[in-house]
């Protein structure tokens, strides 16, 4: 009985997420699930990250065909652009992670990742498999594909140049040699601690596309899948749409599309492809020897009431013996536990834990409380329930419709675990994440912080119905909402600034900040004491901190290596205080998130001149690059569509436009001639990076004379920079730029590079990737009037955050352009 009670305890883990709304289906859905009792076969999808997944394929798999579905993601998407905010790097990929997880929901898949960083653009398969670790991501494919089993694997790419990036190429490179991998015991066989087995699937395929002339072989197995679902109602086009939809972060909201819709298929491996994704795969009870399920299931379905769906519950009881008797194996776990889901939903069971509050200190108590209704005529009782180390056994009968109600109160412990991210527990090394734990590898996000455990007697039989704990409340406008409970940390303390800047040898003050999640913070003091690099000098050794007083210390330079950076950490003097800070991001689209930084920052040791103090940010899709220039001493003024006029700007020496500005902002093209004016006037406009994707409305002029924007990147972050126009001032004044300002760059150099110019702008840039021929629209400059246009591809975003000097000197020179006669 144990051993049942923690087969079915796993199986409900399975699938647990984050801050939904209590699960609820229609009969619609629920007859929906019981035809998918019968279907036995599996698919799974991979690309390299968030949004490259063919969403209408997905929704077809998995809602008309009814298999078992899956989309490995490669990345969390960490090296992408931001349309909706400032975070980059891993608090970018933890949105894309949970807005993947909410297109999923949407079309019925479900979401697997590698450990695979994405680093940024790539321009070809060798650079990165060389950063990723080939053997590392190629391991986390095959332990996916063993625990997953799939009957046929797809991927969104060809495995050669056509893909277009080499994130995408490596994607299909990996799964078709994972495919043959995952069959060898050879091949990492330290897998097979952990309970999976070899695994050969039928074939894997490339879901070929039209994007060029010649993707397509005439061979291709052609299949619509843009049929319309009735018992659904909508087809896999809509359905498709409100998944792909939910990639917000990206800008990639979908139109929804109807009518037939054709994938192409090119086997790439395996059994070839005939007349079906599934030849030759037997997907009915046949398949594991139980032909009589199939037929049980069969008359469940028939005897089905949409009306009163509960009148299924006691033979679906029975089906669910009966799988439980079964040897255990993929299919007879995967079915029991869709059965339980069916069982749970046709029975009308209400089952939910909710709290007061989102976040669970350590040391703090917590109250909860646990909610059962059963809302339909059937026969349940509750038997008691599990949480954590506590575990109560009672009986009681649930009335039909009526809140069965208990609170519980209970103190987390000071050894809880933080809740981190998974992927983020350790430093990460370079190209991939540091996961140590083998049966972590491949989930999309944590377990919930606490989960509850009932145990309830349905119809007969016992089955724990696990729910995780949430927050729950009422927002006056968007109504009753869940959020996760994080555990966080009872004190924590950290820097106040994540770069420190010395300019020109200049001390530097740092401050410690220690704060109390608790309500027992008292007066909790104690001794702090900072690390630093290198070439750098501590002038206070320690100090005392407390909840009402920061510690402050001076920092400075102590060598002559200018225009350089190192690092500031915190040695550990009270375990029970973390040494970082609790972050948390906040959308309303997704569940909140919160995961926990280490307390360091970067301290850049600076020579810089500056010309100029006032400067006009118009911000864009969201960057760093204000905070940026206020740490250099710059006067910043936020512009928005109010206070964008003459008056205002007259004051400014130079104005600024966040990343893709014009993308975000439409209106900006009524502000054109305004902005031009000021030009004209004497003031310098630097218009950083946009795209011309359909993402906002740039069909509008942004310069004073035309130039397009286009693809080209250079994404070589240590590419050889030439300077084309030595003798311009932007090079020279107020600082001298060379070679070494370029040093230390961030994942790239820049991105949407400039185009088709008039001849009215000049270029001193030149770069390019390794094999690419120079390219010169990575900065361009015009004079217009008395003053001056910059349109820049240069990733300044990226390179200011991460303290890279260089990108300093350079912004400032770009401030400092000087006036025309």
């Known amino acids: 009985m144990r051993r049942l009670f923690a087969t079915i305890l796993l199986l ?6 984050h801050a939904q709304l209590p699960q609820s289906l229609s009969s619609s859905d629920i007859y929906q699930g019981i035809k998918k009792l019968n279907v036995l076969g599996s698919v799974l999808y991979i690309a390299a990250h968030p949004d490259d997944e063919n969403t209408r394929l997905l929704a077809y798999l998995a809602r008309e065909k009814q298999y078992r579905t899956g989309y490995l993601s490669l990345t969390r998407g960490d090296g992408g652009q931001n349309l909706i905010g400032d975070e980059q790097g891993v608090e970018l990929g933890m949105i894309r992670t949970q807005e993947l997880l909410a297109a999923r929901r949407v079309d019925g898949a479900e979401q697997f990742f590698s450990r695979a960083f994405d680093f940024g653009f790539s321009k070809t398969a060798d650079e990165t498999l060389t950063i990723w670790d080939k053997e590392k991501i190629l391991s986390d494919v095959v332990w996916v594909i063993r625990k ?29 040699e994972a495919f043959t991998a995952a069959a060898d015991t050879n091949r990492f066989p330290e897998q097979f601690r952990y309970g999976v087995k070899p695994w050969q699937a039928k074939r894997i395929l490339w879901n070929a596309f039209l994007f060029s002339t010649n993707s397509v072989p005439d061979s291709a197995f052609k299949l619509d899948v843009g049929a319309y679902n009735n018992i659904l109602g909508k087809g896999y086009g809509e359905i498709a749409s409100e998944s792909r939809s939910n990639h917000k972060s990206q800008g990639f909201g979908a139109t929804r599309t109807r009518g037939e819709a054709f994938e192409y298929f090119v086997t790439t491996g395996g059994d070839p492809l005939k007349e079906d994704l599934f030849d030759e795969v037997n997907t009915n009870w046949s398949r594991i020897n139980h032909p009589d399920i199939q037929q049980q299931i069969l008359q469940i379905q028939n005897n089905f009431s949409f009306e009163q769906p509960y009148k299924s519950v006691t033979a679906l009881v029975n089906l669910s013996k009966m799988l439980k008797q079964l040897p255990a194996s993929y299919w007879q776990q995967q079915k029991l536990k869709e059965t339980q889901q069916l069982i749970e939903s046709a029975a009308g069971l209400f089952a939910d834990a909710i709290t007061n509050t989102t976040q669970a200190i350590q040391g703090d108590s917590l109250r909860i409380t646990l909610i059962v209704n059963k809302r339909n005529n059937i026969d349940a009782q509750i038997l008691g329930y599990r949480l954590d180390d506590f575990d109560t056994t009672f009986r009681s009968t ?14 987390v412990p000071f050894d809880k675990k933080r809740s981190q991210p998974y992927w ?23 377990d919930p912080a606490f989960i509850i455990h009932y145990r309830l007697r349905i119809e007969g039989d016992t089955f724990i119905v696990s729910r995780p704990v949430q927050y729950k409340f009422t927002d006056p406008v968007k109504g009753e909402i869940y959020q996760p409970v994080v555990v966080i940390p009872a004190w924590e303390q950290n820097f106040n600034k994540p770069v420190y800047i010395s300019s020109n040898g200049k001390p530097v003050s740092v401050a410690i900040q220690l704060k109390a999640n608790t309500k027992q913070g008292g007066n909790l003091h104690g001794d702090v004491k900072p690390i630093v690099s290198e070439g750098w000098q501590l002038r206070t050794s320690s100090s005392q901190a407390s909840l009402q ?29 973390y040494r970082g800070a609790t972050k948390t991001i906040a959308y309303d689209h997704i569940p909140n998130i919160t995961w926990f930084s280490p307390a360091a920052s970067t301290l850049v040791n600076l020579n810089i001149k500056t010309s100029g103090k006032n400067i006009g940010y118009i911000p864009g899709a969201g960057d760093k690059v204000a905070e940026a220039l206020q740490s250099l001493g710059y006067n910043v003024t936020i512009l928005t569509q109010e206070n964008i006029q003459p008056e205002v700007l007259k004051k400014l020496d130079a104005v600024i436009t966040g990343i893709r500005a014009y993308n975000t902002h439409l209106y900006l093209t009524a502000k054109y001639d305004v902005l031009m004016n000021y030009v004209q006037n004497g003031g310098n406009l630097i218009v950083q990076y946009n795209t011309n994707n359909g993402v906002g409305p740039l069909r509008a002029k942004i310069g004073p004379y035309n130039f397009n924007i286009s693809r080209t990147r250079v994404t070589e972050e240590d590419a050889v920079v030439t300077f084309a126009l030595p003798d311009h001032s932007i090079f020279n004044y107020p600082n001298k730029i060379t070679a070494d300002d370029f040093k230390g760059w961030v994942q790239e150099r820049s991105v949407y590079e400039a185009d088709q ?46 303290g890279v000097p260089g990108a300093y000197r350079l912004l400032a020179n770009l401030i400092a352009l000087p006036k025309n006669k």
Do not use: C
């Open 398 to 411: 649930l009335s039909t419709n009526r809140n069965f109600t208990l609170p519980k109160n209970i103190v």
């Open 424 to 446: 983020l527990e350790h430093a990460m090394p370079n190209g991939s994440f540091d996961v140590r734990d083998q049966q972590l590898i491949g989930k999309s996000e944590n």
């Open 549 to 577: 007083n920061n510690a402050m210390f001076e920092v400075l330079p102590s060598n002559k290596q200018l225009n350089s950076k190192a690092s500031i950490s915190l040695t550990q003097q009270n375990d029970s205080v």
């Open 12 to 17: 409900q883990l399975y699938g647990i997420t």
């Open 148 to 176: 997953f089993q799939p009957d046929v694997i797809i991927t969104r790419f060809p495995g050669d140049s056509r893909a277009g990036h080499g994130h995408h190429w490596s994607s299909a490179l990996l799964a078709n």
């Open 757 to 802: 110019l008039d001849s009215s702008f000049v270029t001193p840039i030149q770069m390019n990737d390794k094999n690419e021929k120079p390219g010169n629209g990575s900065l361009i400059i015009a004079k217009y009037g008395k003053g001056n246009f910059v349109y820049t591809g240069l990733s300044f975003f990226r390179q200011l955050p991460a």
